[in-house]
Nanobody
Framework: QVQLEESGGGLVQAGGSLRLSCAAS????????MGWYRQAPGNQRELVAT???????NYATSVKGRFTIARDNAKNTVYLQMNSLKPEDTAVYYC?????????????WGQGTQVTVSS
């Protein structure tokens, strides 16, 4: 079952742009936080950006000023606009959705989408 569907990855040259999208299925309700993480080969998965249901955002220092995260609550979708891409941005990007209710908290993860930036 595909609960988070990611799209928008690809190959770009340094300085280019990409826009990632992640759509959560209607079966996922009570979404608290949505965000993006990335993992390069041999590295640990790291936070890229998150956005709360109230609209508060958080960015990794390495992407601040270049990336913008946004969400459409009506569509259960989160986006990541990536500008001024650098080779060090190359990684698999994973969508994350944090579901929080009064009785449980659960994290959902997308399948990952490859972003490759050439120099």
């Amino acid at each position: 079952q595909v609960q988070l569907e990611e799209s928008g990855g690809g190959l770009v040259q340094a300085g280019g742009s990409l826009r990632l999208s992640c759509a959560a299925s209607r079966g996922i309700s009570s979404i608290n936080r949505m965000g993006w993480y990335r993992q390069a080969p041999g590295n640990q998965r790291e936070l890229v950006a998150t956005v709360t249901s109230e609209g508060a955002t958080n960015y990794a220092t390495s992407v601040k000023g270049r990336f913008t995260i946004a969400r459409d609550n009506a569509k259960n979708t989160v986006y990541l606009q990536m500008n001024s891409l650098k080779p060090e941005d190359t990684a698999v990007y994973y969508c994350n959705v944090n579901q929080r209710t009064w009785y449980r908290t659960h994290d959902y993860w997308g399948q990952g989408t490859q972003v490759t930036v050439s120099s």
